[in-house]
């Protein structure tokens, strides 16, 4: 098979991301490496084959592929254009937080390069009809006879991503949307024995990419010295969501220990939400755990802050984040489309000295309350349209 044997070298080569660990003789983070290469193989499949005459968008993250970060809030979909194509994107806005695109000169795809943000698109700012229904026009001309919203579309533009924000999981509509090039005919061909070769090295090629790019933000976090701390970041052109505040770190826990986490609330914010990764950038499993919190999900203190304590074991609070065995992790906060971006604080307190650290009339959560919480997650989880 020609290729073959260069492809599974390719994917092999991978391993040389081990050193980016902090200890590359760990047998359990070894381990943990080695599935994380595997998913990105596999998350690296829904865009190896990508076509812009026939875009479609797809979950390249998901509940089950939660690498580099995965947001448990969002409902992810990329799809591969061509900027010098015209494309209508139709269906219904659904009943979510927001539904945002963000066209791109770039992406994270098998077949894609990194490249900025050419501009971001609100579906609330487009014309909707009674139902939440959409006709979204994308080129680089508006034509005299086109009746409804038009966004100018770069040249240099190769891909669209999308997100839909969700407080609560489960209920009500997720958006539904198609895409279609209009300035092509409709005339799908066979895939020549070159490019599926093409494509296959690209794809066992990709999990070094972005398996390394995942290591590689954490190696960085770590050189930062982030423990117990946080930074401001933006993403903006990396993947993230322009106009959002970024806040980013590393947890370490230590025995008889807890981190409690404080925060100031913005006095206008459209989005926001806490969330806990491993060391290797892989999003805490957030349909069996509480591994992160929303600004729906979250109970406010008294006082007007956010308060949450990350702890190996349920402390009995409200905002517990659980991050899943992990003594070590990341930790990232966001406020979206806010009015300012107050900076969390982290510190280590004694876990028998927790409930005097928090409010007096911060509730009790019994083992069958969190019980009835988790299944109640759990299902709302798996009743979003995940792919």
């Not at 254009?81 to 992406?107: C, K, P, Q």
């Not at 009746?147 to 999308?162: F, I």
């Not at 947890?251 to 969330?275: A, C, I, S």
Request: aromatic share 8%; proline share 5%.
């Amino acid at each position: 098979m020609s290729g073959w044997v260069e492809r599974i070298a390719a994917f092999a080569g991978t391993s040389e991301l081990l050193s980016l660990l902090a200890d590359p003789a760990d047998a359990q983070s070894t381990a943990e490496a080695e599935r994380l290469f595997w998913m990105t193989l596999a998350s690296g499949w829904f865009t190896a084959f990508a076509d812009a005459d026939f875009p479609d968008f797809v979950p390249a993250v998901s509940t089950h592929l939660h690498c580099v970060g995965t947001n448990p809030d969002f409902i992810y979909g990329t799809a591969t254009i061509d900027g010098t194509g015209s494309y209508v994107l139709t269906g219904e806005r659904g009943d979510g937080l927001f539904l945002l695109m963000d066209i791109a000169a770039g992406g994270l795809g098998v077949m894609d390069r990194p490249g900025p943000s050419l501009g971001l698109l609100d579906f609330d700012k487009l014309t909707l009809d009674q139902h939440g229904g959409f006709s979204l026009l994308l080129s680089t001309e508006r034509p005299a006879d086109w009746p409804g919203d038009w966004q100018r579309l770069d040249p240099s533009a190769r891909s669209l991503s999308l997100r839909q924000a969700s407080y609560d999981w489960g209920v009500g509509r997720e958006a539904r949307i198609a895409i279609e090039r209009i300035d092509k005919s409709h005339s799908p061909q066979r895939r020549s024995a070159a490019e599926i070769n093409e494509r296959l090295s690209a794809l066992a090629a990709y999990p070094k990419r972005l398996s390394g790019m995942a290591l590689g933000f954490i190696a960085a976090q770590r050189s930062k010295d982030l423990w117990n701390r946080l930074e401001h970041d933006d993403w903006a052109g990396q993947g993230g969501v322009q106009g959002q505040h970024y806040y980013q770190g590393l947890f370490r826990l230590e025995p008889g220990k807890v981190l409690l986490l404080e925060t100031d609330l913005p006095d206008q914010v459209r989005y926001w939400n806490v969330q806990l990764s491993d060391m290797l950038w892989n999003s805490v499993d957030w349909m069996n755990r509480q591994s992160s919190l929303n600004g729906g999900q979250a109970q406010i203190d008294s006082d007007g802050r956010f308060r949450a304590v990350i702890a190996l074991e349920d402390p009995g609070v409200p905002n517990w984040l659980d991050p899943g065995g992990n003594s070590e992790g990341a930790i990232m906060l966001r406020w979206t489309e806010a009015s300012s971006g107050p900076q969390p604080s982290l510190r280590l307190v004694d876990l028998a000295d927790l409930r005097r650290e928090l409010p007096a009339d911060t509730p009790v959560i019994s083992p069958a309350d969190r019980e009835a919480k988790l299944r109640a997650r759990r299902r709302g989880v798996q009743l979003r349209r995940r792919w």
